[in-house]
């Protein structure tokens, strides 16, 4: 088993920035990609950002690219989420995720087989 522990989460005024950290521990694998999630109150988890096991491909959420970037450290077994200009719509517990080896799609929330416990983002007007 894959455990994830995720940290960084706050209390931040609009505009501001946090950086969210993921630390990965048990059960190494290969070729697999790492995702960030969000889910507010009352709604679906989504997809905000992943970068794939090379760390050449990264994809994000319409609404955070150019202000969110993920960034993986595999040897630490690492991934991070810097987020800037925050605004009150990016409010949500935010998960770390890590998808099955030999992945298709690191968007699809289907692909992710370790999840971790969250960590809260509020973002204040």
């Known amino acids: 088993q894959v455990q994830l522990d995720e940290s960084g989460g706050g209390l931040v005024q609009a505009g501001g920035s946090l950086r969210l950290s993921c630390a990965a521990s048990?059960?190494?694998?290969?070729?697999?990609?790492m995702g960030w999630f969000r889910q507010a109150p009352g709604k679906e988890r989504q997809f905000v950002a992943s970068i794939g096991w090379s760390g050449a491909r990264r994809d994000y959420l319409d609404s955070v690219n150019g202000r969110f970037t993920i960034a993986r450290d595999s040897a630490k077994r690492m991934v991070y989420l810097q987020m800037n200009d925050l605004k009150p719509e990016d409010t949500a517990v935010y998960y770390c995720?890590?998808?099955?080896?030999?992945?298709?799609?690191?968007?699809?929330?289907?692909?992710?087989?370790?999840w971790g416990q969250g960590t809260q983002v509020t973002v204040s007007s």
């Open positions: 048990g059960r190494t694998f290969t070729n697999y990609a």
């Open positions: 995720a890590q998808t099955r080896p030999y992945y298709s799609d690191a968007t699809s929330r289907d692909e992710y087989a370790y």
